[in-house]
């Protein structure tokens, strides 16, 4: 089993909608959770942290549910702009090494 | 400005040679990483540092060597030995380990 799973999609989705992401990790001890999102043919840009209570940064909520070992990316509104690919990247005991999953593509159409 | 420098963004090298990618920070972290992306694949980890002078290997080594003499400075040598050397090279630095990692623009290596 991967350490982190994604689903690639895409996610086709009009401007203004809601989408949103799941993103499921194998080690129970992992304790550290981020969003990243990566354009084409760019280096990937954090996003967001995950914390534990769940976080939001404007149109953007991150949540993370340990009991089921995932976390999700909510965006509200979508813009044309949020078209990207979104990394989730959770932490790795012992070493707390960085492990990426392979992204979920999002495409918002006018 | 502070930042992560990766050099130079495009590459381009016979097949055989070795060649070096350079990465520096000055963002006094003391994590950082290499990373690698093929063509609508995922980052898989190449090597890591979490300090001066020491380093391991991540799920991709075979084919690549590092060295963390100083803690701004991490370069990746990729070898002969390394069978499909042609990718997106990223190099990541965090202020410590586990926390959030910043990215450079990345060096795209074309071995022919």
């Known amino acids: 089993r991967k350490e982190v799973e994604q689903d690639p999609g895409p996610f086709n989705v009009p401007e203004g909608a809601t989408v949103a992401f799941n993103c499921t990790y194998s080690n129970s001890a992992s304790q550290s959770f981020f969003w990243y999102r990566q354009d084409c043919r760019k280096e990937p840009k954090l996003l967001m942290s995950v914390y534990s209570s769940g976080n939001e940064d404007g149109r953007f909520t991150a949540q993370l549910n340990r009991a089921s070992q995932y976390i999700s990316l909510l965006i509200r509104d979508s813009k044309l702009s949020d078209s990207a690919t979104y990394l989730c990247v959770v932490t790795s005991p012992p070493t707390d090494k960085l492990i990426f999953g392979t992204g979920t593509r999002l495409q918002v159409f006018p | 400005d502070g930042g992560i420098t990766q050099s130079p963004k495009y590459l381009f090298r016979k097949e055989g040679q070795n060649v070096t990618l350079s990465c520096e920070q000055n963002?006094?972290?003391?994590?950082m990483y290499w990373y690698r992306q093929d063509p609508g694949q995922g980052l898989r980890l190449i090597y890591y540092s979490q300090i001066v002078n020491d380093f391991q290997k991540g799920d991709i080594a075979e084919g690549y060597s590092v060295s963390r003499e100083k803690k701004e400075s991490f370069p990746l040598t990729v070898t002969s030995a390394q069978k499909n050397p042609t990718a997106f090279y990223l190099c990541?630095?965090?202020?410590?380990?586990?926390?959030?990692?910043?990215f450079g623009q990345g060096t795209r290596l074309t071995v022919v």
């Open positions: 963002l006094n972290h003391d994590a």
């Open positions: 990541a630095s965090s202020i410590q380990r586990g926390t959030e990692a910043f």
